[in-house]
């Protein structure tokens, strides 16, 4: 069972560590104010929910750690994996490796099963290129770093080059040794009323919080009303606000010395936040990998929003909204008790406040013989 930490900013905490804590993160807040009464559901008070697996694709990761931290840090994470098309001779089957030792002049057993014939090949003639013995070669040598493909690394790079290239964008990711990358901030915190609260800075740069968002397959919109239509779906007005929040949270944290996991370096980068970047904005990079099947093209579309403007506003008040919900259900219905919600009759009437609005297609204008009669 994983330790709730008390409150305070946090470095390179393991997302399983941030995400085991029983607070209210973003998306618990974005969860609240769309969906409402369902937010218990989904939450960890349920104790009845379904985990779903996790996504064991490490392209998003590997995109977050290379552009918002530098290559340096994705290369120190992530490892290559062996591409069969890079190796000649290969054996991967059975056979494959029977005929390439009986060349090498290696005795083989009679009914020698596969695992036998690995490990032939791997003493005997280590020349050989065996695909079971690559691979496990591979996995000792990456030791705790994620694999990924080549084509992957290869897009990831590519990718991470348009981001850092931007001509807008590009300058806030130079990093050297007075502007240290701060990727993954974690700060805990406390409402005055006592709500647990908990939020994860993609990336916290001097002028700006950051953060990267995939894309997908869009509809063949322009990307400018895609992007809003995302901000809308998925609550990134929210998101932006309550990340606002964590970072006003942050500053606190960092005057009081409440900094946990910090290098000496970062410390001192740390510091000089609250002082020299009192204010800061807020920039989106969405991103869409690229797919050389569907024929889609790496597409980095970046968009900036400055603090208080009006769709920061719209995230305070949505954000007020959903915690308004929560201290509702909390004192009607308490942790352990379904949240559910039964709304009030409504009618087609207008001018009534419980009213149903159907769309204008409904209609249907060719009216009964016996309309008349049958209605009176």
């Known amino acids: 069972m994983t330790a709730l930490l008390p409150d305070g900013l946090y470095l390179h905490l393991d997302e399983d560590i941030y995400f085991a804590q029983k607070r209210l993160g973003s998306s618990d807040i974005v969860k609240l104010f769309q969906q409402r009464e369902g937010w218990w559901w989904s939450s960890h008070l349920n104790t009845r929910r379904v985990e779903k697996p996790k996504d064991a ?21 992530f490892s290559v994996a062996p591409d069969k098309a890079d190796f000649k001779d290969l054996c ?29 090949a791997r003493v005997e003639a280590p020349h050989i290129p065996v695909w079971e013995t690559i691979i496990a070669e591979f996995d000792v040598a990456r030791g705790k770093r994620d694999a990924i493909s080549s084509v992957e690394d290869w897009q990831i790079r590519m990718m991470a080059d348009l981001v850092h290239s931007h001509g807008e964008i ?17 700060v805990l915190w406390t409402t005055d009323d006592g709500i647990k609260r908990r939020g994860r800075l993609d ?20 990307l400018s009303f895609e992007a809003g239509k995302a901000a809308n779906d998925r609550g990134l007005d929210i998101q932006m606000a309550d990340h606002h929040v964590a970072r006003r949270k942050a500053y606190e944290f960092i005057k009081a010395g409440n900094v946990h996991g910090a290098s000496d370096a970062e410390l001192a980068w740390l ?20 797919d050389d099947v569907a024929g889609r093209a790496p597409v980095v579309f970046p968009w900036w929003e400055d603090y208080g403007d009006e ?6 008040r949505k954000i007020h909204s959903a915690l308004e919900t929560y201290r509702r259900c909390m004192a009607e219905f308490g942790p352990g008790e379904p949240w559910t919600r ?35």
Do not use: C
Not at 92 to 118: C, F, H, N, W, Y
Not at 171 to 186: G, I, K, T, W
Not at 272 to 277: G, L, N, S, Y
């Open 271 to 290: 510091r000089r936040f609250p002082v020299e970047a009192p204010h800061w904005g807020y920039f989106w990079i969405f991103y869409q990998k690229p």
């Open 92 to 120: 991967v089957t059975v056979d494959d490796i029977a005929t390439a030792l009986r060349e090498a002049g290696v005795q083989i057993p009679s009914r020698a099963t596969k695992p036998v014939l690995v490990e032939l």
């Open 342 to 376: 039964v709304e009030r009759l409504h009618v087609t009437t207008e001018g009534q406040a419980d009213r149903v609005f159907v769309p204008h297609y409904i209609a249907f204008d060719h009216a009964a013989p016996d309309e008349e009669s049958a209605l009176a």
């Open 311 to 316: 769709l920061h506003r719209f995230g305070h």
């Open 170 to 186: 590009g300058p806030l990711f130079n990093f050297s040794a007075e502007h240290l990358p701060l990727a993954e901030v974690s």
């Open 203 to 222: 990336g916290m740069l001097p002028t700006a919080t950051g953060d990267l968002k995939s894309l997908g397959n869009w509809s063949g919109r322009p």
């Open 57 to 77: 694709l490490n392209f998003g990761k590997a995109l977050h750690a290379a552009i918002l931290e530098g290559i340096g840090a994705y290369e120190a994470r």
